[in-house]
Structure formats: C-alpha cells, structure tokens
C-alpha cells in the first residue's frame, strides 16, 4: 500500500517538475520538430517511465529533472553550432576557400566537439551527486533504450 502512495506522490512531484521544465522553451537543432505538445508527451512520458526505472525519490526526481534540461538545451544548442559549422564547412570547400579558411572552420568544429565532451563529462559527475551507482547504471541503459 505505501508502495503505491509513493508512487503517486512521485507522479505528483514529476508532474510539477515537468511544468518547471517546460516553462522555456526547447532549442531542438534545426531537424524538423514535431509539434511542441508532441514532445511534451514524449518528455511526460520518458519522466514517468525514469521515475519507475530509477526508483526515484521526489528530492531526486526534483533534481534530476531541471538537470537533464539544462543539459539537453547546452547540447542542442551546441549540436547547432556544429550544424552550422559543417555548412560553413560544406560551402568553403565548395566555393574553394584556401587553407586557412577551412582550417578555422574544421579547428572551430574540433573545439565543439571537445566541448560536447566536456558538457556530458560535467553531466554525469552532477549526475554522480544525485543517483546511486545502480540508478546511474539503470540511468545510462534507460537514455540508450529510449532513443
């Protein structure tokens, strides 16, 4: 019986974060985006199901949640930049800029790149503060089933 209690106490909490979570809006990287309330579900969805999988207590859950969001908009905006950098990229070899163009543009895509590690490294130590070893472990099979 407490079992359930909890469950839906968690429910509760999840649905609060989620409007939290949604209140800005999601920087998705230029692919065509579904429909803004498409995603939300999607993103109900994946938190309901995270929240089974993990356990997760309302202080984690109110944790995890704006985490993963911050995390998800510095990706994305990042994935457009690197986005823009392969046009840029596609262009100047294209319209035969020299050397030292294209070197700065393939040098800037380095650096997102090194970046791109540097946010999911920061991700995942904050992760650390927040999830048990086995929930992190779950964690990381959930985001790779998910997609």
Known sequence: MFGSIKKIMVFAAVLGVVGVVFAQPMCLGGHHNPPKEVME???TIKMWKLTERLDLSEEQAAKL???MKRFR???????QREADLVKQ?????????D???ILEIIDALSDARMEECQIESEYYAQLREILSARQQAEYILFEI???
């Open 41 to 43: 579900r999607i993103e």
């Open 99 to 101: 050397s030292v163009q």
């Open 145 to 147: 089933e998910f997609r």
């Open 89 to 97: 990229l596609r262009e100047a070899v294209e319209s035969g800029a």
């Open 65 to 67: 949640f704006p985490l």
């Open 73 to 79: 908009e510095r990706r994305d905006s990042l994935f």
